[in-house]
């Protein structure tokens, strides 16, 4: 297999004032070698190295830097397996009892769920979403690997290394610590090949392509998939400044092609965008203060505490450790900027360029912020508030959309070096390597796991919960403390709970909230939890209690051993409801 002249790379690029050539697209497995598969196992590897602390016990290991978010996406893919199993549903009845969850305002991550239920129910849910951090990101290194040599032509060194950057860089493995619904990038690259096939001719096929992709993206993340239309959209415009007689020719067609794909892709979310935003449960308004999560300016130029080349004092530059998306450090931004201006011919990567340019700009937020202090400078985002659904965005994870921004113009620069004659190839890779070695990341930090209860290991909860029923777990999972919500998970969500982590409309007039509002039964138990004393109780609050599980419509009351202060937790619940409780295995309940 042999790599673009020099002839062929600079029509493609544009270096003349004619339209570039269209880059032939061979089937993709014609052009894979065995260079290739050796990029696509050494991503296998990397993701399983950066995950090892999670095996060969997922079970017993945890994300020790973000187990409350673990412990959630436990619990969707948990239920996944319900809808896998024929329980369709977007509202779901076994959290948050009896008004439920909405899954769609929530990241939910269906279609991962779906997908890896068998693994779920044969396995466990721990292995599944250890299986799946890995796998985000090798899947979308190797992704980005097969579009590189798919759409660009790049030989297998070229891909290698900007798909390396675009599974592996800062902010993936930072995301990484919890967040699936924000690694699980690799529809991204089908959804780019897709729009520049589209942009090339084949309008139909790849509009009808693009749409099911968007409505697959939608069930796995959707703010990934808003990221990517904001870029596609920046870098397109920008493209069509540079090439305005090109983008006159193409306009028709193209934007044909985008309306099949938002006919096609609105009828089939229709219902689904429906119940999100108007639905039972279904939130709207902003969540989280745009101005306290943006991307500080000095996190660009620093390395992440996550990579070999950066120390635990970055840090301080955002808001915790799922979140260093902008640490990109300072040679692979002079990378950035002097491939971009070597290529500066080449007006696929000048668009590129300034579209992640401008993301980049938005993850500044409404007010700059230099080394945690606030700047008397307004940043480009208050353009965007006041946008529905735009201003509810986190503005520090723009910076994401810098990645593969920085992938694409990585794979020119090393794709153009390499036809150059002398020293050249050699120059341009070893800069390369040389400002991604500094990124490499550290095996992701894991900790112990508490043990289930035998009550619910051994499935003795069944004694005291029917199928489809409540349990009320003492204390109740809250967004600070959702722990109990692993039992749940570990049951597949055969049974439901009041209250838990997750977004509802219960903020102020309804905005979106974390988690509910408290019951009777619920503060008595988490004041008892801190104190180890048995609070005072009255006829008042024994009927309150009564009340609070009737509301539930809860089968059981349930006191495990293993919980903080258990014996002064079951004395406050035998003095409210007036019985004591039945043990079973490492835990007491009561029935209802």
Same mark, same amino acid.
């Given at each position: 297999?042999?790599?673009?002249?020099?002839?062929?790379?600079?029509?493609?690029?544009?270096?003349?004032?004619?339209?570039?050539?269209?880059? &032939?697209?061979?089937?993709?497995?014609?052009?894979?070698?065995?260079?290739?598969?050796?990029?696509?196992?050494?991503?296998?590897?990397?993701?399983?190295?950066?995950?090892?602390?999670?095996?060969?016990?997922?079970?017993?290991?945890?994300?020790?830097?973000?187990?409350?978010?673990?412990?959630?996406?436990?619990?969707?893919?948990?239920?996944?397996?319900?809808?896998?199993?024929?329980?369709?549903?977007?509202?779901?009845?076994?959290?948050?009892?009896?008004?439920?969850?909405?899954?769609?305002?929530?990241? +939910?991550?269906?279609?991962?769920?779906?997908?890896?239920?068998?693994?779920?129910?044969?396995?466990?849910?721990?292995?599944?979403?250890?299986?799946?951090?890995?796998?985000?990101?090798?899947?979308?290194?190797?992704?980005?690997?097969?579009?590189?040599?798919?759409?660009?032509?790049?030989?297998?060194?070229?891909?290698?290394?900007?798909?390396?950057?675009?599974?592996?860089?800062?902010?993936?493995?930072?995301?990484?610590? +919890?967040?699936?619904?924000?690694?699980?990038?690799?529809?991204?690259?089908?959804?780019?090949?897709?729009?520049? &096939?589209?942009?090339?001719?084949?309008?139909?096929? +790849?509009?009808?392509?693009?749409?099911?992709?968007?409505?697959?993206?939608?069930?796995?993340?959707?703010?990934?998939?808003?990221?990517?239309?904001?870029?596609?959209?920046?870098?397109?415009?920008?493209?069509?400044?540079?090439?305005?007689?090109?983008?006159?020719?193409?306009?028709?067609?193209?934007?044909?092609?985008?309306?099949?794909?938002?006919?096609?892709?609105?009828?089939?979310?229709?219902?689904?965008?429906?119940?999100?935003?108007?639905?039972?449960?279904?939130?709207?308004?902003?969540?989280?203060?745009?101005?306290?999560?943006?991307?500080?300016?000095?996190?660009?130029?620093?390395? +992440?505490?996550?990579?070999?080349?950066?120390?635990?004092?970055?840090?301080?530059?955002?808001?915790?450790?799922?979140?260093?998306?902008?640490?990109?450090?300072?040679?692979?931004?002079?990378?950035?900027?002097?491939?971009?201006?070597?290529?500066?011919?080449?007006?696929?990567?000048?668009?590129?360029?300034?579209?992640?340019?401008?993301?980049?700009?938005?993850?500044?937020?409404?007010?700059?912020?230099?080394?945690?202090?606030?700047?008397?400078?307004?940043?480009?985002?208050?353009?965007?508030?006041?946008?529905?659904?735009?201003?509810?965005?986190?503005?520090? &994870?723009?910076?994401?959309?810098?990645?593969?921004?920085?992938?694409?113009?990585?794979?020119?620069?090393?794709?153009?070096?390499?036809?150059?004659? !002398?020293?050249?190839?050699?120059?341009?890779?070893?800069?390369?390597?040389?400002?991604?070695?500094?990124?490499?990341?550290?095996?992701?930090?894991?900790?112990? &796991?508490?043990?289930?209860?035998?009550?619910?290991?051994?499935?003795?909860?069944?004694?005291?919960?029917?199928? !489809?029923?409540?349990?009320?777990?003492?204390?109740?999972?809250?967004?600070?403390?959702?722990?109990?919500?692993?039992?749940?998970?570990?049951?597949?969500?055969?049974?439901?709970?009041?209250?838990?982590?997750?977004? !509802?409309?219960?903020?102020?007039?309804?905005?979106?909230?974390?988690?509910?509002?408290?019951?009777?039964?619920?503060?008595?138990?988490?004041?008892?939890?801190?104190?180890?004393?048995?609070?005072?109780?009255?006829?008042?609050?024994?009927?309150?209690?009564?009340?609070?599980?009737?509301?539930?419509?809860?089968?059981?009351?349930?006191?495990?051993?293993?919980?903080?202060?258990?014996?002064?937790?079951?004395?406050?619940?035998?003095?409210?409801?007036?019985?004591?409780?039945?043990?079973?295995?490492?835990?007491?309940?009561?029935?209802?």
């Amino acid at each position: 297999m042999t790599s673009p002249t020099p002839t062929e790379m600079d029509r493609a690029a544009g270096d003349s004032g004619d339209p570039p050539a269209p880059l &032939r697209t061979p089937r993709w497995w014609s052009r894979l070698d065995a260079f290739d598969l050796g990029f696509c196992v050494f991503y296998l590897f990397l993701a399983g190295w950066l995950t090892s602390g999670l095996w060969p016990d997922p079970a017993a290991r945890v994300m020790a830097l973000n187990p409350a978010d673990q412990t959630l996406y436990e619990w969707f893919l948990a239920y996944d397996t319900r809808i896998a199993t024929g329980d369709v549903t977007l509202i779901t009845d076994r959290l948050n009892v009896p008004d439920g969850v909405n899954l769609l305002a929530n990241t +939910s991550v269906i279609l991962l769920g779906v997908l890896l239920t068998p693994v779920t129910l044969a396995f466990g849910v721990p292995v599944t979403f250890a299986l799946l951090v890995a796998l985000n990101l090798a899947g979308t290194a190797i992704a980005w690997h097969v579009l590189f040599r798919r759409v660009l032509h790049a030989p297998p060194l070229a891909a290698g290394l900007g798909a390396l950057f675009a599974g592996f860089a800062p902010g993936m493995v930072s995301q990484s610590v +919890s967040h699936l619904h924000m690694t699980a990038q690799w529809l991204v690259p089908v959804m780019v090949w897709l729009v520049v &096939r589209m942009y090339r001719g084949k309008v139909v096929t +790849s509009a009808l392509g693009l749409a099911a992709t968007v409505v697959a993206q939608v069930f796995i993340g959707e703010e990934v998939l808003f990221l990517t239309a904001c870029t596609l959209f920046l870098v397109t415009v920008f493209y069509a400044a540079l090439r305005p007689r090109e983008a006159t020719e193409v306009a028709g067609r193209f934007l044909g092609g985008l309306a099949i794909t938002a006919v096609v892709a609105g009828a089939l979310l229709a219902y689904p965008l429906w119940v999100q935003f108007a639905g039972p449960q279904g939130v709207s308004g902003v969540l989280f203060a745009p101005g306290f999560f943006v991307a500080d300016l000095a996190s660009f130029t620093a390395f +992440s505490p996550l990579s070999v080349g950066g120390g635990p004092e970055a840090a301080d530059l955002t808001t915790g450790p799922s979140e260093y998306n902008a640490f990109f450090g300072w040679p692979m931004l002079l990378l950035f900027a002097g491939l971009t201006a070597w290529l500066w011919r080449d007006r696929a990567v000048l668009a590129v360029a300034w579209g992640g340019l401008a993301m980049g700009l938005l993850s500044l937020g409404p007010s700059l912020v230099l080394n945690r202090e606030k700047l008397d400078i307004t940043g480009p985002f208050t353009l965007l508030e006041g946008l529905p659904v735009v201003d509810a965005a986190l503005p520090m &994870r723009f910076a994401l959309a810098l990645i593969p921004v920085i992938a694409v113009v990585i794979v020119r620069g090393v794709q153009h070096g390499l036809t150059r004659p !002398g020293l050249t190839p050699f120059v341009v890779t070893a800069l390369v390597v040389a400002a991604i070695l500094p990124l490499t990341p550290r095996p992701l930090d894991t900790g112990d &796991r508490p043990p289930l209860p035998l009550f619910i290991a051994d499935g003795h909860w069944r004694e005291c919960v029917p199928k !489809g029923g409540v349990m009320v777990p003492l204390p109740l999972p809250t967004p600070q403390d959702p722990w109990p919500m692993r039992w749940a998970a570990a049951a597949n969500a055969e049974f439901g709970m009041p209250e838990g982590f997750f977004i !509802g409309p219960y903020g102020a007039d309804g905005n979106p909230a974390m988690g509910t509002y408290r019951r009777t039964l619920s503060v008595l138990a988490t004041e008892t939890l801190q104190t180890g004393q048995t609070p005072a109780i009255d006829d008042q609050k024994r009927t309150d209690v009564r009340l609070d599980l009737e509301y539930w419509g809860a089968s059981c009351v349930v006191v495990a051993d293993s919980t903080p202060n258990a014996p002064a937790l079951r004395t406050t619940v035998e003095t409210l409801l007036g019985v004591p409780g039945t043990r079973s295995a490492d835990a007491v309940y009561w029935r209802t």
